[in-house]
């Protein structure tokens, strides 16, 4: 009674094999051999990341067309207002608090001096979504901005997400170099009430 055994050797993408986990993508539907291109990634991708996609596709998108049309530097502020569902309760009202603490004091900052959702202080005109995780139950869906027609490599935020009665809020925005809105937000108010 002979039995063979049969070794195969397969050369592993540990980065696009990273991604398919991210994407909850059946590792075997890659190893018949298909392109991993954005198109099919995208095919593959679970209901609940599609519409966090979706979500912060759509959300970006009101956004940047809307801030073009705002005159002052706080083109933020209005959005809170018209999309105050869009946030959990938590970073809503840190905003506020922060926006309301900036309008007191004219001479100096004492809060936020740059756009918390789009990390910028001079914003592209277009923004897209990128990859996106999960941590924690949450969504990280990095963002890049459109730069001479293509995705900036660079992230520019990563918009965390997460649902709540079957919609989708922000529940904080995390920047290059691993500072966030809420810890940033946090740190100021502790500084307003130093001063």
């Not at 099919?40 to 970006?60: D, G, I, M």
């Not at 004091?105 to 277009?126: C, M, R, T, W, Y």
Request: charged share 25%; glycine share 4%; aromatic share 8%.
């Amino acid at each position: 009674m002979g039995g063979s055994i049969r070794i195969c050797v397969i050369r592993v993408n540990v980065n696009l094999i990273a991604e398919l986990v991210a994407l909850s993508i059946p590792l075997w539907v890659f190893a018949l051999g298909q392109e991993a291109d954005a198109s099919t990634l995208a095919r593959h991708e679970t209901k609940p990341t599609k519409s966090a996609r979706q979500f912060v596709q759509r959300f970006y998108d009101a956004y940047v067309s809307k801030i073009w049309d705002v005159k002052s530097g706080d083109a933020w502020q209005p959005m809170l207002k018209a999309k105050a569902l869009a946030f959990s309760p938590r970073l809503l009202s840190a905003l506020v608090e922060d926006a309301a603490a900036s309008s007191k004091s004219k001479d100096e900052i004492v809060g936020l001096d740059f756009d918390p959702i789009l990390n910028s202080q001079d914003p592209a005109h277009k923004y897209v979504v990128g990859t996106i995780s999960t941590r924690n139950g949450h969504y990280w869906v990095k963002v890049h901005s459109i730069d001479s027609g293509k995705p900036s490599e660079e992230v520019a935020v990563i918009a965390e997400v997460e649902t709540h009665h079957q919609t989708w809020r922000f529940t904080n925005f995390v920047y290059p170099g691993n500072q966030d809105l809420m810890t940033i937000l946090r740190d100021l108010k502790k500084a307003r009430h130093k001063a």
